[in-house]
């Protein structure tokens, strides 16, 4: 079972950065891609950036050029620096992890997610 942790949200002023971190347990951690999502109070779940196993990168057009994923697999952490933060940023951000399983399936873990809200 994977667990994921995340961390680093807040309450920030418009234009303002935060970091996210979202920490996951067991040893498969590099084999898994890792993707931001976020959820804003009466929207649906909306993708934010993801980062492959092998690092490639995606995001949102609301974030890019403002918003980096990274990852660190050997302390099983993925990041999500955020700067010029806006007002319509403020959301749940969860973390969520998926890979293939021995069945050839896809598996999914989430995390229970972080608030930022930006004030504007």
């Known amino acids: 079972q994977v667990l994921l942790v995340e961390s680093g949200g807040g309450l920030v002023q418009a234009g303002g950065s935060l970091r996210l971190s979202c920490a996951a347990s067991g040893s498969s951690f590099s084999s898994m891609n890792m993707v931001w999502y976020r959820q804003a109070p009466g929207k649906q779940r909306e993708l934010v950036a993801g980062i492959t196993s092998v690092s490639f990168t995606n995001y949102a057009d609301s974030v890019k050029g403002r918003f980096t994923i990274s990852r660190d697999n050997a302390k099983n952490t993925v990041f999500l620096q955020m700067n010029s933060l806006k007002h319509e940023d403020t959301a749940v951000y969860y973390c969520?992890?998926?890979?293939?399983?021995?069945?050839?399936?896809?598996?999914?873990?989430w995390g229970q997610g972080t608030l930022v809200t930006v004030s504007s």
């Open positions: 969520n992890a998926n890979w293939i399983n021995r069945l050839g399936l896809r598996s999914d873990a």
